[in-house]
């Protein structure tokens, strides 16, 4: 018997009980459809940590000051930094195996007028290491060096949004800028990155020489002799386990620091990367939870074909026996019956990957998650459909295949 | 000497169920020639459809031999004997045996489905024979929507599709009135005029007397077997008035 008329023969079967086809694929179009929205809220949020890896710059570590308040309004009264520009050097010089670059970085914030325009956003006074180690690359402009750093030059680059805000669609550079009377010549614009893993704004940003920060701005005279830091912003070395580079550091800053064993570190180590992957692990919890889901649910889906299948091949048993009477191998029997359990394993497979895709777009929509949708996942999902039922199809089709031809044409 | 199709020796079936033990046949001998138009009679459990059954290729013998065509039919595999029942046999059974939802012409082709023919084979071979049985305009209909005659007269096509040498009938007229019934019995006598072989079952003498020869059956054995001048069920038909 050809694949064709066999297949006619099995869609022909399903349309007679369209509802109870229906039921019966349920399973299967719930597991498929789970799968195909797991694997796309997966991708999406694996994809998302990794752009936010990316963005941050990878293989990040930051040390801060103690303190729990490092505002630049606090910094600027010169309280509480405890950790400073040198320590920043030493580590970079010390920990060269482990620690690619180490940049420290002041920080402040307030007012920030052009012209007309006022925004307030927060700056940094940094070195020229700090664009290497946040990754920072520009639009337009240019960095400032070291000649600028030793001059405390008046300039300063800044931020998409910042642009933005002050100049719209115009180019900032060359533009002049102030910040607490302080005025600074803008000499570069950053690329933009988006967001931070926290959720918010990396390109609403002003980044200018340290000096220019400690001396012009925050203007702490105590502050400008301790040379002491908001944070120092550390780049480890690629391929370098982060948990190992991070225990170097903070040996290194408590033996400068002379802290006595015991006593508390007085800075705050907090390393990016790990913190990323501790969230990349809860969307991968996430993604196993919904496939364990989506595998009940195929399970579930399977063992309803089977179901309804035998009943199928029970109330059929005079049309086996007809068929097999008018010539039909106990193959063809078996082959029927299995082309029909994998037309409704595969049709429920198909629906599920429409309502799946759908469904993660929606998802996708009404709770702002990346979606990130793949073909391979949607030809495995519909795939191991097909395998659902060929395994939970042989049984009942075999039932039907090894029926005498008498006594099924005889069943009442 | 006529050319012999079926030939049984000792033919025996007996069913098991649990401890009771059921002789449906005990022993039957006999050969049946080609062309011929046999009618098989005898009370109810006297063994005849287990012999059709049988002769069909449907159902195994405990014991005994049964040659068709020459062929020694015990020797041969699942898959051959379902080869054989479509290439040489046609059924056609008291309750018709119709595929439900299924047009006329699709329930026809049922057979050469299983014989690897295309589709347009496949419906020109059985438009053909739903013609030769006079249901050329009903093609398109379901069973649920032809009359008992009507249904079976699908059923004789479906069984002559194949081109079999030998169309097995059990009790094909019992299901219909006697009118239908002799109408059903003019066209396997036309078949049978044809060359076919037919072997049919049934209980009453008026439609026995259409076959010519005719074979009582009781208690699983052959009692009594003697040829038979027939009637031509086409002139009694004919006879009949007229239904308006
Ligand atoms: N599958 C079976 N299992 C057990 N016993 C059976 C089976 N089929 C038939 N029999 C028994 O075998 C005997 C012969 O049955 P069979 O059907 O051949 O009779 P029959 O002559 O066709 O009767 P009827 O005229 O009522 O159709 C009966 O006693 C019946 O009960
Ligand atoms: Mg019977």
């Known amino acids: 018997m050809n694949f064709t008329a066999t297949l006619a023969i099995a869609l022909k079967a399903l349309r007679v009980n369209k509802l109870r086809s229906a039921l019966t694929m349920l399973g299967i179009i719930i597991g498929v459809a789970a799968v195909i929205v797991m694997i796309a809220v997966g991708g999406g949020a694996r994809a998302q940590v990794e752009s936010q890896i990316k963005n941050l710059g990878a293989n990040l570590m930051m040390v801060f000051s103690a303190s729990p308040t490092f505002t630049g309004a606090r910094s600027a009264a010169g309280a509480t930094h405890t950790v400073s520009e040198d320590d920043a050097y030493a580590i970079a010089r010390e920990l060269p195996e482990y ?37 920072w690359t520009l639009a337009e402009g240019r960095f400032f060096d070291q000649a600028e750093i030793n001059g405390a030059a008046k300039v300063a680059i800044i931020g998409r949004t910042v642009a933005t805000n002050l100049f719209g669609d115009a180019s900032p550079l060359d533009e002049a800028i102030r910040i607490r009377t302080v005025p600074l010549t803008v000499i570069g614009v ?223 | 000497m006529a050319d012999t199709l079926i030939r049984v020796t000792d033919l025996t079936k007996d069913y098991r169920l649990g401890d009771t033990h059921v002789l449906a046949l005990r022993g039957v001998s006999l050969e049946i020639e080609r062309g011929s138009f046999v009618a098989v009679m005898g009370p109810s459990g006297s063994g005849k459809s287990t012999f059709m059954n049988l002769l069909g290729c449907l159902d195994q013998p405990s014991a005994g031999h049964l040659w068709l065509d020459g062929e020694e039919v015990s020797q041969l595999s699942d898959d051959a004997l379902a080869a054989l029942r479509n290439r040489r046999i046609g059924f056609v059974f008291q309750h018709f045996n119709l595929l439900a939802r299924t047009s006329a012409l699709d329930n026809v082709a049922l057979p050469l489905l299983y014989r690897g023919l295309t589709a347009s084979e496949r419906h020109a071979k059985s438009e053909q024979r739903l013609h030769q049985v006079g249901l050329a305009e009903r093609m398109d209909h379901h069973p649920a929507q032809l009359s008992g005659g009507q249904q079976q007269r699908v059923a004789i096509a479906r069984a002559l599709v194949g081109d079999p040498a030998l169309v097995l009938a059990d009790e094909p007229t019992g299901a219909l009135d006697s009118r239908t019934g002799i109408e059903i019995m003019a066209l396997l006598q036309q078949l049978n005029r044809e060359g076919i072989t037919i072997v049919l079952v049934t209980h009453e003498h008026d439609i026995a007397a259409y076959a010519d020869r005719i074979i009582q059956f009781r208690d699983g054995r052959v009692v009594d077997d003697q040829s038979n001048e027939r009637r031509d069920a086409g002139a009694d038909f004919s006879a009949l008035p007229v239904l308006t």
């Open chain 1, 99 to 135: 620690v690619a670059g180490a940049a420290p970085a002041l920080r402040g914030g307030g007012q920030v007028v052009a012209g007309n325009s006022n925004w307030s956003t927060s700056f940094y006074g940094v070195t020229p290491d700090y664009f290497d180690v946040r990754e």
């Open chain 1, 190 to 412: 950053l690329a933009s990155k988006g967001q931070s893993p926290g959720g918010s704004d990396l390109d609403d940003v002003i980044l200018m020489p340290i000096t220019t920060a400690r001396n012009r701005i925050l203007g702490a005279t105590a502050l400008a002799k301790s040379r002491s830091v908001g944070s120092i912003q550390i780049k480890i070395v690629d391929g370098t386990d982060s948990k190992v580079a991070e225990e170097k550091v903070r040996e290194l800053l408590r033996q400068r620091h002379r802290l006595q064993a015991g006593q508390d570190d007085d800075f705050t180590l907090r390393n990016m990367t790990e913190l990323l992957q501790t969230r990349e692990e809860s969307s991968r919890v996430m993604a196993l939870l919904l496939a364990s889901v989506a595998s009940v649910s195929l399970l579930v889906g399977g063992i309803g074909i089977m179901n309804i299948m035998l009943v199928s091949v029970t109330e059929r048993t005079r049309e086996i026996g007809l068929r097999r009477a008018v010539g039909a191998r106990a193959r063809d029997i078996l082959q029927q019956f299995l082309i029909e359990a994998i037309t409704l394993s595969l049709i429920g497979g198909l629906v599920g990957v429409l309502l799946g895709t759908g469904g993660a777009q929606l998802i996708g929509e009404l709770a702002g998650w990346p979606i990130e949708l793949s073909l391979s996942a949607t030809l495995l999902a519909v795939s191991f459909a097909a395998v659902i039922g060929i395994f939970f199809g042989y049984y009942p089709a075999r039932k039907a295949a090894r029926m005498s031809p008498i006594e099924a044409l005889r069943h009442e």
